[in-house]
């Protein structure tokens, strides 16, 4: 069966962030950076939150079924910084984790879970941050498995680092967004949510 892929190019409108920097966390942010309901950000340390006219992009397939294996990319880009990083989770309607996220690069991302919660978090690793790529990061691959039973509504909350690799927490800029399945699987852009384009072909 011919499955629709979407390429999503999305400008942050939430208030969220992560740390990447030297003085940060170039190895991973802590868990709970994504913005999530409920969650903390690091948009007071490194300041720049969705000003710089940066993306953040998300290859997925525009709908999936029940207890598929849905394969992602997130690249984030703007034009002069040059290190990169990211973390995300995956939550239903009731705030709770949904689903299973797979670090398929495991130099380059890596995987915690949150003790009380049970929060998924998928993030760079210090390898993952490809200090001295100029305006465009290489991008990360993952996974997501959705439930075998219909999870309803999925969002992925998404924070992006175009940092600019002083080895300082200056100078960066965060990015942020969610990207969003509704009851039907399908993916709809959110009514707080700007964005580029999406660009669908057949794989």
């Keep these: 069966m011919l499955r629709t892929t979407a390429i999503i190019v999305l ?6 962030g992560l740390a990447v920097s030297g003085l940060g966390f170039s190895g991973g942010p802590p ?5 999530a309901p409920g ?3 690091c948009a007071d340390c490194h300041g720049n939150l969705n000003v710089g006219g ?17 394969a992602m990319t ?19 309607s009731g705030d709770l984790p949904v689903g299973t996220l797979v670090a398929t690069e495991p130099t380059r991302t890596q995987l915690s879970v949150d003790g009380t919660s049970g929060r998924q978090y998928l993030k ?14 290489p991008g990360w691959s993952f996974e997501w498995i959705s439930p075998a039973l219909d999870p309803g509504p999925v969002t ?12 300082f927490n200056t100078g960066d800029f965060i990015y942020t967004n969610v990207f969003i399945y509704d009851d039907s699987h399908s993916f709809i852009v959110d009514d707080e949510t700007t964005w ?3 660009k669908a072909h057949y794989r």
């Design 54 to 70: 940066g993306t953040i992009v998300v290859t997925a397939l525009t709908t999936y079924a029940p207890g598929d294996t849905v």
């Design 11 to 16: 400008s942050g409108v939430f208030v969220l």
């Design 124 to 137: 760079h690793t210090a390898l993952g941050t490809d200090i001295g790529t100029p305006d465009e990061s």
């Design 39 to 41: 969650e903390t950000t």
């Design 196 to 198: 580029g384009t999406i």
């Design 74 to 92: 997130l690249k984030v880009k703007q034009e002069g910084q040059m290190r990169w990083g990211f973390e995300l989770t995956v939550l239903d």
């Design 31 to 35: 868990n709970g950076r994504t913005g």
């Design 156 to 167: 992925f909350y998404i924070a992006g680092n175009a940092a600019n690799g002083n080895g």
